[in-house]
T-cell receptor
Framework: AQSVAQPEDQVNVAEGNPLTVKCTYS??????LFWYVQYPNRGLQFLLK??????LVKGSYGFEAEFNKSQTSFHLKKPSALVSDSALYFC?????????????FGKGTRLSVIA | DGGITQSPKYLFRKEGQNVTLSCEQN?????MYWYRQDPGQGLRLIYY???????QKGDIAEGYSVSREKKESFPLTVTSAQKNPTAFYLC??????????????FGSGTRLTVV
């Protein structure tokens, strides 16, 4: 069975500081990993994905994520946080080559960037 | 512009009443999904459909029903059997996996409240 863990319910960071939102996963075979962001009362928006290739994936709004196979992690990072980055962030996984089987989502991490 | 439209944005249900949430997409995506979002619980899968006239139960299908008579439409009915329906409901669709795949496209959600 597939699963995603986001160990932090809330992450607080000062504006201009680097941020990290953690994600670990469990899947049979190779993973297909995603990060999404959600603003209040809105749907989720795609940030970035990892299929294969470079372990450092760059995405929208200056975000990037590092895939670590040995630690089964896919942490989201940004070098310099903005107040506008404050939102709810979700990590998701499914097995690669599993067709359109549903993504499994973590419980989300609320990021608060303080000016 | 292509996208997913969910309606209504807000919905109020009386005890014992069935209500239907609409989800329409013009992205020509085969697969569509319904998730329920509750605070602190992330996204939980209700139903999904990978092709017209076919759908599968997700993790929390009890008290819900769906249909997929057209590729563009995947309505969700919340029946009176669902005892705790107050939540934020998200519809999503996805293209086939590949280089242009960015996972799900989400609608803006429907907030259902029992009154």
């Amino acid at each position: 069975a597939q699963s995603v863990a986001q160990p932090e319910d809330q992450v607080n960071v000062a504006e201009g500081n680097p941020l990290t939102v953690k994600c670990t996963y469990s899947v049979s075979g190779n993973p297909y990993l995603f990060w999404y962001v959600q603003y209040p009362n809105r749907g989720l928006q795609f940030l970035l994905k990892y299929i294969t290739g470079d372990n450092l994936v760059k995405g929208s709004y200056g975000f990037e994520a590092e895939f670590n196979k040995s630690q089964t992690s896919f942490h989201l990072k940004k070098p310099s946080a903005l107040v506008s980055d404050s939102a709810l962030y979700f990590c998701a996984v499914r097995a690669l080559n599993s067709g359109n089987t549903p993504l499994v989502f973590g419980k989300g991490t609320r990021l608060s960037v303080i000016a | 512009d292509g996208g997913i439209t969910q309606s209504p944005k807000y919905l109020f249900r009386k005890e014992g009443q069935n209500v239907t949430l609409s989800c329409e997409q013009n992205l020509n995506h085969d697969a569509m999904y319904w998730y329920r979002q509750d605070p602190g619980q992330g996204l939980r899968l209700i139903y999904y459909s990978q092709i017209v006239n076919d759908f599968q139960k997700g993790d929390i299908a009890e008290g819900y029903s769906v249909s997929r008579e057209k590729k563009e439409s995947f309505p969700l009915t919340v029946t009176s059997a669902q005892k705790n329906p107050t939540a934020f409901y998200l519809c999503a669709s996805t293209p086939p996996t590949g280089p242009g795949d960015y996972g799900y496209t989400f609608g803006s959600g429907t907030r259902l409240t029992v009154v």
